[in-house]
């Protein structure tokens, strides 16, 4: 018998602590569950993710008003929600945190990509998880600990992500590529939308490629920051299978239009790929 309203209560599961099985247990409600299980499911089943994902980021989105950009989006075809968490310490910028993750959760079956830009992303894992993060991504520079903080996204039952800051070289990664299920390069220095591309992170998506045929690796390598219409090509042709975008998303007139033709020019360059 599950109680919806407490288990997606990220303040009473924070009080009761951590258990080892608790990943399992928010599946499990998951598949059970009347609104978000079945449909979850369904979708899972007959969705198969294209080989690139377009991820809008919320930030740039108007939030008095972020249920009808979540519609628009949806009208675009995503599957993936990118939602920035900024704490005024990592980053110089305050955003959104795990209320906000868990009225999304309400108001979407889109997958919810979290992208931590916070001091300490531990002590916050299991609630953004319990509030219905999807994916988790967590920062290199964030933490000594980064993998501990992956296994607990694991734990908790979303898919674990790291993250590099323009600054920071893929090695840095090394030991902790084997168990991610996704890579975010920063193409920006994080805690602003609207920023320009910084093109050296197409190298460093070509180097997490490389790595990944190397060694037999199953991450998908993201990129954050300055992506849009004129960019696209260069990006996927060197790797990049989730791209993050704010402003070439939301400040359009036609947010659908706007992934939709990112969408596009993805496939267009996949074809092309040699
Ligand atoms: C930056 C954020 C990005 C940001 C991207 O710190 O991590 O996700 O929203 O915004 P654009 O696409 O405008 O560069
Ligand atoms: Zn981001």
């Not at 919806?4 to 924070?14: A, F, G, H, K, L």
């Not at 953004?128 to 290199?140: C, E, K, L, P, R």
């Not at 992170?201 to 219409?229: C, F, M, N, Q």
């Not at 993050?244 to 267009?268: I, N, Q, W």
Request: charge should be neutral; include cysteine; hydrophobic fraction near 40%.
């Amino acid at each position: 018998m599950y109680r919806p309203r407490r288990r997606w209560n990220w303040e009473s599961r924070t009080k009761r602590g951590s258990s080892a099985d608790d990943g399992f247990e928010r599946r499990k409600y998951r598949e059970n569950h009347p609104v978000y299980g079945v449909p979850y499911d369904r979708i899972r089943r007959v969705r198969v993710p294209a080989a690139v994902e377009v991820a809008p980021s919320i930030l740039a989105a108007d939030f008095a008003c972020l249920g009808d950009a979540i519609r628009a989006v949806e009208a675009g075809g995503v599957t993936l929600l990118h939602v920035d968490v900024m704490d005024g310490h990592f980053v110089p910028n305050i955003s959104i945190g795990i209320p906000v993750v868990a009225s999304l959760r309400k108001a979407t079956r889109l997958q919810l990509d979290v992208h931590l830009m916070i001091e300490n992303p531990e002590r916050y894992i299991e609630a953004f998880a319990s509030a219905g993060a999807d994916m988790i991504s967590v920062h290199q520079e964030a933490t000594p600990h980064l993998d501990r903080a992956l296994s607990m996204i694991r734990e908790h039952g979303s898919k674990p992500g790291a993250v590099i800051n323009p600054a920071t070289p893929v090695v840095m990664l090394s030991e902790v590529l084997r168990k991610v299920d996704h890579v975010l390069v920063m193409s920006v220095n994080p805690g602003f939308g609207g920023q320009a591309f910084i093109p050296e992170a197409t190298d460093k998506i070509r180097e997490l490629r490389d790595i990944r045929e190397r060694h037999h690796y199953s991450y998908r390598i993201a990129v954050d920051g300055g992506i849009g219409p004129e960019n696209v090509a260069e990006v996927v042709r060197a790797g990049a299978q989730i791209l993050v975008a704010g402003t070439s998303v939301f400040h359009t007139p036609d947010p659908a239009a706007a992934v939709r033709e990112m969408a596009h020019l993805a496939s267009e360059a996949l074809a092309q790929r040699v």
